[in-house]
């Protein structure tokens, strides 16, 4: 079976099918499960920010922005300063170490208007957390700390902040100052007698108020501390990815912790839990045990954004699109702009044919994306046909797999994928994942 999609299809306008104005769309999305689509680099440019949107992303974050780069006008990082208006809400996610390029960073960031200025206080690759950056700001945390305040004395735009559970295993435990803040140490910024005399407060009261403690003998865990710390700075809402810096990707995220930061009564800024959320029901658990505010899905959408239109599906019910038996996938009928301001998402593609459709319009999208040039395009949309959940559990996959990772051109992609669907698109049966 072919397909119809072409090289065009990428800058296509829709057309409403069966609505006259966006005022017939009058159901509105649940807020009470909100999704977030995580920042990624190399994976959340705007071709795939744009699919996440319309299956049901509330909010999503770019690629990682190098302060230092954009200071210097990088111009492969100021690129990724590129926003559309369909894709909002929109976070651009900055990283550095050293307050004065975050804070002048964030005001240039600031000028592209996003919804929020993000920082990554959480990425642990060895080139971003190595150099004292992302996750590396784990081991020095009152630099952290400089850096939020910097960064929100800088601008307008609510800021926001992603982190980790800590460095390694031993934040994971209650002890002693797990800040290793100096005595003389305030989480507003000051020094200690400095707050004591403007506020006219005891020093218990002092901390008391900020959510820490000046008792030798407390003990308590990092991220919890570490939340109330941010939220001083003026932090307005944080991720927290439930893994230390030290785990990488490697073993189960822990949400006990997140659920911990959210129910501290000291907490009034929403909490955001990230990590192993691969399917609607994980997610609901999320929701339902932890009662994070948002939850924010990362690797798991590689290949798969309409994961979120799933998850909604599950959690809050079929959309207008999907109650009226209308698909995205089939008539494709509703522009982006349409679906972002009525609040709706477009219904999850069900056959593997309408999946392997979305994945090569994201092939287009991501060579638009490259400035038309084809093979740069494809070679960054591969990591979606590796993961996709479309071809896994295909029997005697692994050389037509071989031969996708290896197309060059769009042809020889279609081409594959179009025989993919011709040889298992009707046979669901032996395609669990196709469904």
């Known amino acids: 079976m072919q ?134 700001l784990l081991r020095d945390v009152p630099r952290m700390l400089e850096i939020a305040r910097a960064v929100v004395n800088a601008v307008h735009t609510p800021v926001t902040a992603k982190t980790r559970l800590g460095w390694d295993e031993n934040d994971l435990h209650p002890r002693v100052n797990p800040l290793n803040l100096p005595k003389s140490y305030s989480v507003s910024g000051l020094t200690a007698s400095a707050v004591f005399q403007q506020s006219g407060l005891t020093a218990s009261a002092v901390f008391q108020q900020s959510g820490l403690t000046g008792e030798a003998d407390h003990k308590s865990v990092f991220i919890t501390d570490l939340s109330l710390a941010l939220q001083d700075c003026g932090i307005q809402e944080l991720a927290i990815h439930g893994r230390t810096r030290s785990q990488m990707y490697r073993g189960e995220a822990d949400w006990t ?81 349409v679906l972002q301001r009525s609040g709706l998402s477009a219904a999850p593609p069900r056959s593997m044919e309408e999946k392997v459709n979305v994945l090569k319009e994201h092939v287009l999208s991501s060579i638009q994306w490259c400035g038309g040039d084809e093979r740069k395009g494809i070679v960054h949309s591969r990591r979606h046909f590796a993961a996709s959940p479309v071809f896994k559990g295909l029997p005697d996959f692994r050389q037509t797999r071989i031969a996708l990772l290896r197309a060059e051109t769009v042809e020889e992609v279609f081409a594959i994928m179009d025989s993919i669907i011709a040889q298992w698109g009707n046979n669901e049966t032996q395609c669990p994942n196709g469904k």
């Not at 065009?8 to 999704?35: C, I, K, M, P």
């Not at 505010?293 to 599950?314: H, Q, S």
Request: charged share 25%; hydrophobic share 35%.
């Open 3 to 136: 397909s119809n999609l072409t090289a065009n299809d990428s800058e296509r306008s829709y057309s409403v099918s069966g609505l006259s104005s966006e005022a017939g769309l009058t159901a509105q999305r649940s807020e009470r499960h909100a999704l977030y689509l995580a920042p990624m680099e190399d994976v959340t440019d705007p071709a795939f920010r744009m699919l996440c949107k319309r299956y049901g992303a509330d909010r999503v974050y770019t690629e990682f922005v190098n302060a230092d780069a954009l200071v210097r006008d990088v111009a492969s990082t100021t690129r990724k300063l590129t926003i559309h208006q369909a894709e909002r809400p929109v976070a651009i996610q900055i990283y550095g170490r050293t307050p004065e390029s975050m804070a002048e960073a964030a005001r240039i960031v600031e000028q592209a208007q996003p919804d929020f200025i993000d920082i990554n206080f959480g990425c642990p690759v060895k080139k971003v957390a190595g150099k004292g950056a992302g996750a590396g």
């Open 257 to 337: 912790l997140i659920g911990e930061v959210k129910n501290n009564p000291r907490m009034h800024i929403p909490v955001i839990g990230n990590g192993d959320v691969c399917t609607p029901e994980r997610a609901k658990e999320c929701f339902d045990l932890y009662g994070v505010d948002a939850v924010m899905v990362g690797r798991a959408t590689f290949g798969n954004p309409w994961l979120f239109a799933e998850i909604k599906e599950y959690l809050d019910g079929p959309s207008l699109l999907q109650s009226e038996g209308r698909s995205y996938s089939e008539g494709r009928s509703y522009s982006e702009a």
